[in-house]
């Protein structure tokens, strides 16, 4: 499966990972450790991310 980096990664490459099919989310500093989420719950958290950005 395919992870997304945020765009905003700096150049520490530190950052929230989003699988390409919206299901999980990941600390890029530990890959290894996943924390399933519905699409909802993806949507609803990029939603209030980009209101609060």
Known sequence: ????KSSR???TGNCVELRQD???VRDSK???VT???T???VRD?????TQEG
């Open 35 to 37: 924390l399933p989420l």
């Open 9 to 11: 990664t700096g150049s």
């Open 22 to 24: 919206l299901a999980a």
């Open 30 to 32: 530990h890959p290894t």
């Open 39 to 41: 699409r909802a719950a």
């Open 45 to 49: 958290l990029i939603s209030r991310l």
């Open 1 to 4: 499966m395919e992870w997304r």
